[in-house]
C-alpha cells in the first residue's frame, strides 16, 4: 500500500528547478545540463537516427549542388559605361505638397526646388530629384548618398548626368550590427557568441547552396528541406554544446520540418498559389526563367519557421532533462506529460510570435488592402494574402507538432524512473 500512497504523491520539484522548468523556459545556457543516466540502447536509437539524417542530408547536398553551368545569366542593373559613386548631400529640397483628387486646381504651383537635393560631386553641386519619401525619411545636409552617373553618349544633351540610387547607410547599419554582437557576448557570453557563428554559417549555406539552386530550377521543397536539415545539425550543436539533450531536440526539429515541408508543399497547390505575388516574383520570373515560383514559396514556408521551430524543440528536450533530474520517481508517461504542459504553454506563446511577426512584415499591404474595404472573404483571392496565411499556418502546424514529438524524443532517451529506497 505504500508503493501505491507513492505513485499518488506529486512530486516535489526543487524550487530552483521548478521555476525554470515551469516558466517554460528551462534550458540553460549558461550552465551544463543535469548529469543522467541514458540507457545504451536509447543512446544508440538516437544517435543513430541523427547519423542517418546526417548521411541523407549530405547525399541531398551533393545531388542538388548546382552547377555552374545551370545559373542564370547574371543581370547587370547599370547600363554600359553606367558607374556609381558616393557623394555628402549640401542641400535638401522641401516636400512637394500631397494633392488630392479633384484638389490639383485649386492649390498653387509646387515650389521648383521640391523633391530635389543638392550633393557635392568632386567639388561641383550637383541638383537632381528624388522620390518624395526621400525628403520626409530626415536626409539633411551632410549626410551621403549614393549617386548612378551617367556617361554622356546616354543622355539627350551630351553631359554627363547623375541619378539618385539611394541612401549610404553602412555606418548605422554596422554600429547597430556591432552593438548586437557585443551585447550578445555580454549577457550571452560563449554560447550567445557561438550562436553568432551559427548563424553566419547558415548565412553561407542559403548563400551558397540554397539560393544557387532555386536559381537553377532545383526543387523548393527538396531544397529547402535539405539546407534546413544542414543549418539545424550545425546551428543547434554550436549553440547548445554536443549533448544527448541536443541530439533529441535536434531530431524533434528534423520532425517539424519535414512535416512542415510536406504540408507547405500540399498547401501551396491546394491554394492554387502562384509564388508570385509582387513585382520582385515577376522579375524573378524574367530573368530566372527554370525558376519554379511554386517551389520557392514552399521553401520560404519551411525556412521562414525555422527559428521558432529551433526555440521550441531544445525548450522542450531541456524541459524533460530538468524534470528527469528534479523527479527520478516519475514514470516516462508522467514525464511526458509534465512536459508537454510546458509545451502548450509554449505553442500558445510562440503562435502569438509567428502570426505578429508576419503581421508586422506585411503591414503596409494589410494597410492598403483595408482601404479597399473589402469583405474578408474576397480578401482571400488576394495571391499576397494567401501567400502570408499558408506561410503562417503552415509553420504553425509544423511547430505544434514538433513539441509533443521532441518530447516523446527526450522522455524516451532520458534514463527511466528510479524508484526511492523508502517507497
Not at 542538388?64 to 542564370?72: G, K, N
Not at 532545383?218 to 554536443?242: D, F
Not at 512535416?259 to 530573368?287: C, H, K, M, Q
Amino acid at each position: 500500500m505504500g508503493s501505491h500512497r507513492a505513485d499518488r504523491t506529486p512530486p516535489r520539484f526543487p524550487a530552483a528547478t521548478a521555476a525554470a522548468v515551469e516558466s517554460g523556459h528551462g534550458h540553460s545556457h549558461g550552465g551544463p545540463p543535469p548529469a543522467l543516466d541514458v540507457g545504451l540502447r536509447a543512446r544508440a536509437v538516437l544517435l543513430g537516427l541523427l547519423a542517418v539524417g546526417a548521411v541523407v542530408t549530405l547525399v541531398g547536398l551533393v545531388v542538388l549542388w548546382p552547377a555552374s553551368s545551370d545559373a542564370p545569366e547574371e543581370v547587370d542593373f547599370l547600363r554600359s559605361g553606367t558607374t556609381t559613386l558616393t557623394a555628402p548631400v549640401v542641400d535638401v529640397g522641401p516636400s512637394c505638397p500631397v494633392l488630392v483628387d479633384g484638389e490639383q486646381g485649386s492649390r498653387e504651383p509646387p515650389p521648383e526646388d521640391c523633391d530635389t537635393l543638392t550633393a557635392d560631386v568632386g567639388g561641383e553641386d550637383v541638383t537632381l530629384g528624388v522620390p518624395p519619401y526621400v525628403g520626409r525619411s530626415g536626409l539633411v545636409a551632410g549626410d551621403t548618398v549614393r549617386l548612378i552617373r551617367l556617361p554622356a553618349s546616354s543622355t539627350p544633351d551630351g553631359q554627363v548626368g547623375y541619378g539618385f540610387a539611394g541612401v549610404e547607410r553602412t555606418l548605422p547599419l554596422g554600429l547597430l550590427a556591432g552593438a548586437f554582437v557585443v551585447l550578445v557576448g555580454l549577457v550571452a557570453r560563449l554560447r550567445g557568441l557561438l550562436a553568432l557563428v551559427g548563424l553566419g554559417l547558415a548565412a553561407l549555406v542559403i548563400a551558397r547552396f540554397l539560393l544557387p539552386a532555386l536559381l537553377a530550377g532545383g526543387s523548393g521543397w527538396a531544397v529547402a528541406a535539405v539546407g534546413s536539415a544542414a543549418i539545424m545539425y550545425v546551428v543547434l550543436y554550436l549553440a547548445h554544446g554536443p549533448s544527448l539533450r541536443t541530439s533529441a531536440a535536434l531530431l524533434g526539429t528534423l520532425a517539424g520540418i519535414a512535416a512542415t515541408a510536406l504540408l507547405g508543399v500540399w498547401a501551396v497547390g491546394a491554394a492554387r498559389l502562384s509564388g508570385i505575388s509582387d513585382e520582385t516574383g515577376e522579375v524573378l520570373a524574367t530573368y530566372a526563367p527554370a525558376l519554379d515560383s511554386q517551389g520557392v514559396l514552399a521553401c520560404a514556408v519551411i525556412i521562414a519557421g525555422l527559428g521558432v521551430l529551433n526555440d521550441v524543440t531544445i525548450t522542450q528536450s531541456s524541459a524533460v532533462w530538468e524534470l528527469r533530474a528534479a523527479a527520478p520517481e516519475l514514470s516516462r508517461r508522467q514525464l511526458f506529460g509534465s512536459a508537454m504542459r510546458i509545451g502548450r504553454d509554449h505553442i500558445a506563446s510562440t503562435i502569438y510570435t509567428i502570426v505578429f511577426a508576419y503581421a508586422g512584415t506585411g503591414l503596409a499591404v494589410l494597410m492598403l488592402l483595408s482601404l479597399y474595404d473589402r469583405p474578408f472573404l474576397e480578401l482571400l483571392a488576394d495571391e499576397s494574402i494567401g501567400v502570408e496565411i499558408v506561410r503562417t499556418l503552415a509553420s504553425a502546424v509544423g511547430l505544434v507538432l514538433a513539441v509533443p514529438l521532441t518530447t516523446a524524443v527526450a522522455a524516451l532517451t532520458v534514463g527511466g524512473a528510479v524508484v526511492p529506497e523508502d517507497a
